[in-house]
């Protein structure tokens, strides 16, 4: 089955405490990134990556970080979470050739509470 | 100001009734627009895609796009309570995703279809 899957889907941290949010997709496609939803101000793009290796940030990047070793895979790193990190997640992709806006596949999701 | 705006509701409309969802958007180089439907619990799923101004039809659902008002609409005919869904407007400049040209979110509405 096509999916984008996250790891965990519920995660509660203190804050400082480095964590990593998975995901991982069996599309092979090249385009991925992360969101963010918060309520009132809808889904935000944290991170994109058009390819392996190849990252730039979105509208708010501050505080993350993502690496891209391989095609399927594209984790979230936060290294010293706060409070104003706490959101529902989400993790995307879509197909290659730059056609990122055609359809975005997404994760269920993972909400992290950051105490 | 927001450049998509979403009234986040909630709304709702009995069985069977005729549904209309809206987003405004500020910025004119928007060309793309797509509706995404995020049921509880998980990640949006596409749900709709247009081109330009116009209409698209596709089963019960009906995209309608007014490049001139900035305005976009959703419709559902015939609602069930299997719509009973929060509904996302994306909107993009670019069907690619070089530089900058990243898909903006609305906020989403929040419907129940009532049995």
Not at chain 1, 14 to 34: F, P
Not at chain 1, 64 to 88: A, C, D, G, M
Not at chain 2, 69 to 79: A, E, G, H, W
Request: proline residues 5%; hydrophobic residues 30%; charged residues 20%.
């Amino acid at each position: 089955e096509a999916q984008v899957t996250q790891n965990p889907r519920y995660l509660i941290t203190v804050t400082g405490k480095k964590l990593t949010v998975t995901c991982s997709q069996n599309m092979n496609h090249e385009y991925m990134s992360w969101y963010r939803q918060d309520p009132g101000l809808g889904l935000r793009q944290i991170y994109y990556s058009m390819n392996v290796e190849v990252t730039d940030k979105g509208d708010v990047p501050e505080g993350y970080k993502v690496s891209r070793k391989e095609k399927r895979n594209f984790p979230l790193i936060l290294e010293s979470p706060s409070p104003n990190q706490t959101s529902l997640y989400f993790c995307a992709s879509s197909f290659g050739q730059g056609l990122s806006n055609e359809k975005l596949f997404f994760g269920s999701g993972t909400q992290l509470s950051v105490l | 100001q927001k450049e998509v705006e979403q009234d986040p509701g909630p709304l709702s409309v009995p069985e069977g009734a005729i549904v209309s969802l809206n987003c405004t958007y500020s910025n004119s180089a928007f060309q793309y627009f797509m509706w995404y439907r995020q049921y509880s619990r998980k990640g949006p799923e596409l749900l709709m895609y247009t081109y330009s101004s116009g209409n698209k039809e596709d089963g019960r659902f009906t995209a309608q796009v007014d490049k001139s008002s900035k305005y976009i609409s959703l419709f559902i005919r015939d609602s069930q309570p299997s719509d009973s869904a929060t509904y996302l407007c994306a909107m993009s400049s670019s069907i690619t995703n070089f530089g900058n040209e990243k898909l903006t979110f609305g906020t989403g509405t929040r419907l129940t279809i009532i049995p």
